[in-house]
């Protein structure tokens, strides 16, 4: 199907204002010219984290503000950002980023790392994250928990242990058990991306529920039957829904199966 047939599949939503939640080299130059980086926006309450290069995301080291219960994962009592979510909230004014050695990245600088496509999110996989986030859902990436229960993470803990030294190995565990859980993520192709929950002032990080659909970012053409029916299957009957991102415009489409009656 040719891409201008693929356009009228779709469906184009507008952004609005977001939704307020609780507790280096030239080949990977980031895609916007400096004059197109949005302007930062100030806040009172400005949340500070540091970049985990071996993770591909950031530990939340100070946390301020009401956005926290709906962003970010939570592994041994600590949060940890995906760089979809650092980049959003940096945009807001709502997150500092920091280096290993506490000096504060620039906004450029995350835009080039998302365009670097090493931390399991591209260019079109932020727009349509940001796309949904300014409509005021609730976004995480898809099959990765929320949270997970201290003891499922340290559960080989050896007593007879120093204290100092069982406290660096759950660290150490918990940053494999991170990384782990998307290393095989990839950029590109048809996949489940994004778990979206409708907004929610309710919403718990250690009960989320089922999502009101999974999103899958689609190239430019349509799904072929055999991609849509696998997909559904890998979503465990929770509704899928599409997006196409083209040129800056996000534009989303789910499919129906219809059945046509046989005629005479």
Same mark, same amino acid.
């Given at each position: 199907?040719?891409?201008?047939?693929?356009? #009228?599949?779709?469906?184009?939503?507008?952004?609005?204002?977001? @939704?307020?939640?609780?507790?280096?080299?030239?080949?990977?130059?980031?895609? @916007?010219?400096?004059?197109?980086?949005?302007?930062?926006?100030?806040?009172?309450?400005?949340?500070?984290?540091?970049?985990?290069?071996?993770?591909?995301?950031?530990?939340?080291?100070?946390?301020?503000?009401?956005?926290? #219960?709906?962003?970010?994962?939570?592994?041994?009592?600590?949060?940890?950002?995906?760089?979809?979510?650092?980049? @959003?909230?940096?945009?807001?004014?709502?997150? $500092?980023?920091? #280096?290993?050695?506490?000096?504060?990245?620039?906004?450029?600088?995350? @835009?080039?790392?998302?365009?670097?496509?090493?931390?399991?999110?591209?260019?079109?996989?932020?727009?349509?994250?940001? $796309?949904?986030?300014?409509?005021?859902?609730?976004?995480?990436? $898809?099959?990765?928990?929320?949270?997970?229960?201290?003891?499922?993470?340290?559960?080989?803990?050896?007593?007879?242990?120093?204290?100092?030294?069982?406290?660096?190995?759950?660290?150490?565990?918990?940053?494999?058990?991170?990384?782990?859980?998307?290393?095989?993520?990839?950029?590109?192709?048809?996949?489940?991306?994004?778990?979206?929950?409708?907004?929610?002032?309710?919403?718990?990080?250690?009960?989320?529920?089922?999502?009101?659909?999974?999103?899958?970012?689609?190239?430019?053409?349509?799904?072929?039957?055999?991609?849509?029916?696998?997909?559904?299957?890998?979503?465990?009957?929770?509704?899928?829904?599409?997006?196409?991102?083209? $040129?800056?415009?996000?534009?989303?489409?789910?499919? #129906?199966?219809?059945?046509?009656?046989?005629?005479?």
């Amino acid at each position: 199907m040719e891409a201008d047939k693929w356009a #009228s599949f779709s469906e184009g939503t507008s952004d609005s204002e977001g @939704y307020g939640e609780d507790p280096d080299d030239d080949d990977h130059c980031c895609a @916007y010219a400096s004059s197109d980086i949005p302007k930062l926006q100030f806040r009172k309450d400005i949340s500070r984290s540091r970049w985990l290069d071996p993770l591909g995301m950031a530990e939340v080291v100070e946390r301020k503000g009401g956005l926290w #219960s709906t962003t970010g994962i939570v592994r041994n009592g600590k949060i940890y950002c995906f760089i979809e979510e650092i980049l @959003y909230l940096a945009e807001i004014g709502a997150l $500092h980023l920091l #280096s290993k050695d506490d000096v504060s990245l620039s906004l450029e600088h995350v @835009y080039n790392k998302v365009a670097e496509g090493k931390s399991g999110c591209s260019l079109e996989y932020y727009e349509a994250y940001k $796309h949904l986030k300014s409509l005021g859902y609730i976004v995480g990436r $898809h099959g990765i928990p929320w949270s997970v229960r201290r003891s499922k993470v340290n559960c080989v803990t050896n007593q007879d242990q120093p204290e100092t030294a069982q406290r660096g190995d759950e660290e150490s565990r918990n940053n494999i058990f991170i990384s782990e859980m998307f290393s095989n993520m990839q950029i590109g192709g048809l996949r489940l991306a994004f778990d979206v929950y409708p907004p929610n002032s309710r919403f718990r990080k250690s009960a989320p529920g089922d999502p009101c659909f999974v999103l899958c970012l689609a190239s430019e053409y349509p799904p072929s039957k055999e991609e849509i029916e696998d997909l559904e299957r890998r979503s465990h009957g929770i509704p899928l829904k599409f997006c196409l991102v083209e $040129h800056g415009r996000v534009s989303f489409f789910s499919v #129906s199966k219809v059945e046509l009656p046989i005629l005479p």
